[in-house]
């Protein structure tokens, strides 16, 4: 079954500075890879996808992230942080023709003015 | 528009009560999904229905009951409520395997 990686449940970074969000995945076919944000009291929002074709998938809000199948990772990006990011991120994974998605446990991005 | 509603909001009961969670889309999605977020924010899907069919069973206690009498609804109804049963419920819902999940606001169940 599909399984996903985030590790370190709180990230703190500057206004200003880089969001780098890291997430491994395993699957035993090629993925279709998701992150979601978070905010509080409020569903999931998707943020970007990466089902085929180009690796270098733009979200909204100015994130990015690259599928990287070597590495089997798919990290989350965004050059210059600001306030309005604070959340919690969540990366997917699914496969096609199985409707499950599985998350990861969640990174709580805290920006620091 | 709201995509994915879910009520109530909020839902605070007692120990041994039967609940029940009420889901809709307006998206003409074919799937929905019930999915529970601890309180560590893991989120973990518990049942998906296709077409009012249901795919997806994980291993949850059989007090959990969903019912999907069309495919625009997924209702969840919980009986003998329990402590641990406390989290908050999303529904979701999506158009076709691989595409995203559309998210509902979630339903906070507090169980004293």
């Known amino acids: 079954a599909q399984s996903v990686t985030q590790l370190g449940s709180h990230v703190s970074v500057s206004e200003g500075a880089l969001v780098l969000l890291r997430c491994n995945y395993s699957?035993?076919?090629?993925?279709?890879l998701f992150w979601y944000v978070q905010y509080p009291n409020q569903g999931l929002q998707l943020l970007l996808k990466?089902?085929?074709?180009?690796?270098l998938v733009k979200g909204i809000n100015g994130f990015e992230a690259e599928f990287k199948k070597s590495e089997t990772s798919f990290h989350l990006t965004k050059p210059s942080a600001h306030m309005s990011d604070a959340a919690e991120y969540f990366c997917?994974?699914?496969?096609?023709?199985?409707?499950?998605?599985?998350f990861g446990k969640g990174n709580q991005v805290v920006v620091i003015p | 528009d709201t995509a994915v509603s879910q009520t109530p909001k909020y839902l605070v009961t007692q120990m041994g009560n039967d609940k029940s969670i009420k889901c809709e889309q307006n998206?003409?999605?074919?799937?929905m999904y019930w999915y529970k977020q601890d309180s560590k924010k893991f989120l973990k899907i518990m049942f998906s229905?296709?077409?009012?069919?249901?795919?997806i069973n994980e291993t949850v206690p059989n007090r959990f009951s969903p019912k999907s009498p069309d495919k625009a609804h997924l209702n969840l109804h919980i009986n003998s409520l329990e402590l641990g049963d406390s989290a908050v419920y999303f529904c979701a819902s999506s158009h076709e395997s691989g595409s995203p999940l559309h998210f509902g606001n979630g339903t906070r169940l507090t169980v004293t």
């Open positions: 990466y089902t085929t074709g180009a690796t």
């Open positions: 229905y296709n077409n009012k069919e249901l795919i």
């Open positions: 997917a994974v699914s496969e096609e023709g199985n409707n499950r998605l599985a």
């Open positions: 699957s035993s076919v090629p993925p279709y």
């Open positions: 998206l003409g999605h074919d799937t």
